[in-house]
């Protein structure tokens, strides 16, 4: 069996292993976001030509087409050329749009860049792989996704899940598209407030126990996700993710605590690093 397909039977399972940083476990956070403008065609490329799986965020147009975004407006990306929210726009203006108009992809290689449609983002799927699509909004979207789904062949549930913040999000992709794979996203703190206390493990695990949720992501705060919380997961067998983290020990903490994914806007970076470290040293 080829080295992919064990580690894809691994993970559907929940079986503890410890992963190491490597193409099939560290996933590119909106695409390869280091190097390429995020949640850009160009970015989402990158990965997949660097044998990464990636992260993709998603919103549904005025006009219900299914495109990647991050944030709920589009002011920051665009350098203010639109200050609407996603739901607000056609995907007519959206194609008008220029997402590399801030920081320092303004006037690069990669300018100008549009939002990219969810189905240009499955042609890039691959087995052995995962696309992460992360949905932003509510339930409603769901049945434009599954129609996406529907209409091409490329992405699988071998090679591409879901994730979303919102459980009712969730508990719908899993009603209408049960081959797949669907992850509850979570921060490390019980909600985004600032002094609020960290997220226990069985307070999470309540939010996913009994339903069709296959596991959670979540945010890497080393002194809230610790083995015995990620522990409890994999002993339901749930399966167990982190997000977001740039820092190459940190990754392997989370590994060697159970850890079975790693999101990262370095990808390629933590694995070099990595892989340097492997190498024998001579005398």
């Not at 590399?100 to 990219?116: E, I, L, Y």
């Not at 997220?199 to 296959?214: C, E, F, H, M, Y």
């Not at 705060?221 to 522990?231: K, N």
């Amino acid at each position: 069996m080829k080295k992919h397909g064990i580690l894809a039977l691994l993970l559907a399972a929940g079986m503890a292993f410890a992963a190491t940083p490597s193409r099939e476990t560290l996933i590119a956070h909106r695409g390869e976001s280091a190097d390429a403008p995020e949640n850009t065609l160009a970015a989402f490329r990158l990965a997949a030509e660097r044998g990464f799986g990636f992260e993709c965020d998603i919103y549904l147009s005025a006009d219900r087409r299914v495109f990647t975004f991050h944030d709920n407006n589009l002011k920051r990306t665009t350098g203010g050329a639109s200050a609407k929210r996603c739901h607000e726009v056609s995907w007519d203006e959206l194609q008008r749009l220029d997402v590399t108009n801030w920081g320092r992809w303004k006037g690069s290689r990669f300018s100008p860049q549009r939002p990219a449609l969810l189905e240009e983002v499955l042609e890039l799927a691959q087995d052995g792989r995962f696309i992460y699509v992360e949905v932003k909004t509510g339930p409603a979207i769901v049945p434009h996704i599954r129609t996406v789904i529907e209409a091409q062949t490329r992405a699988t549930p071998s090679n591409t899940l879901f994730i979303s913040f919102n459980r009712s999000t969730c508990l719908e992709l899993k009603k209408q598209l049960p081959d797949f794979r669907v992850f509850l996203l979570h921060g490390s703190r019980s909600s985004w407030k600032k002094d609020a206390p960290p997220i226990t493990a069985d307070t999470l695990l309540a939010k996913v126990r009994g339903t069709a949720i296959n596991g959670v992501s979540v945010s890497y705060d080393p002194a809230v996700v610790t083995a015995d919380f990620i522990r409890t997961f994999r002993d339901a067998g749930l399966e167990f993710h982190v997000w977001t983290i740039d820092s190459l020990d940190r990754a392997l903490q989370a590994f060697e605590r159970g850890a079975q994914t790693v999101t990262t806007n370095r990808a390629k970076d933590l694995l070099d690093q990595y892989e340097t470290r492997q190498r024998p040293r001579h005398p």
